[in-house]
């Protein structure tokens, strides 16, 4: 991966203003080669400086943790990671601190669990896009009701025949409809 300077400049400065850098600045280097690996794939593909940076915080942060981990800095704690000079000593540490999961079944078989956190980021930033598009093209055909259509389709869960009855139109007019929709956001998307 060819980086120029400037985004060289900006994952160094990422770096050094995440609050866990100060105390680990020997493994700045680790740092930086695992941003830079875990950046590569989009970081010249972004264009916007503002999204660049929210982008490489997000990917340095996760950087930043599995350095520390791999160094052996940090450990988990529950829900988070907290550094290994803040861990409690076993004197501190009742049995009443810990929960008894054994009796829980919980399964995954249903769940498409993304590989990594740049993967979820992206997610969401898509899934954020695709909703102002929506209110866009809502907006420029009211008597449409797309953004109602869509709303009952995939937030509630309404079956076509469902809507129809809701909204008072057929259920060819709904399938149209999210069809005519589905249609103009994969266009936008497209540009």
Known sequence: MELTQNKIDLISRVIKRDRKFKGNEDLFDDFFNETCERSSAIINTIDNEVTLEAYIKRIANTAIVNVLKDAGRLRRSGSRYMSVKDVSSQEDISLDDFIDYSAYNI??????????????????????F?????????AQ???????????????????????????????????????????????????
């Open 141 to 191: 055909e009211p008597q449409k009701d797309y953004l109602h259509i869509y709303k009952l389709r995939y937030d509630k869960g309404m079956t076509q025949r469902e809507i129809a009855d809701e909204i008072g139109v057929s259920q060819s007019e709904v399938s149209k409809r999210l069809y005519s929709l589905i249609g103009k956001v994969k266009e936008i998307l497209e540009q």
């Open 107 to 128: 399964s995954y078989k249903n769940i498409d669990i993304p590989k990594n956190p740049e993967e979820i980021a992206i997610q969401n930033e898509v899934l954020d």
């Open 130 to 138: 695709v909703a102002e598009t929506i209110i866009k093209i809502d």
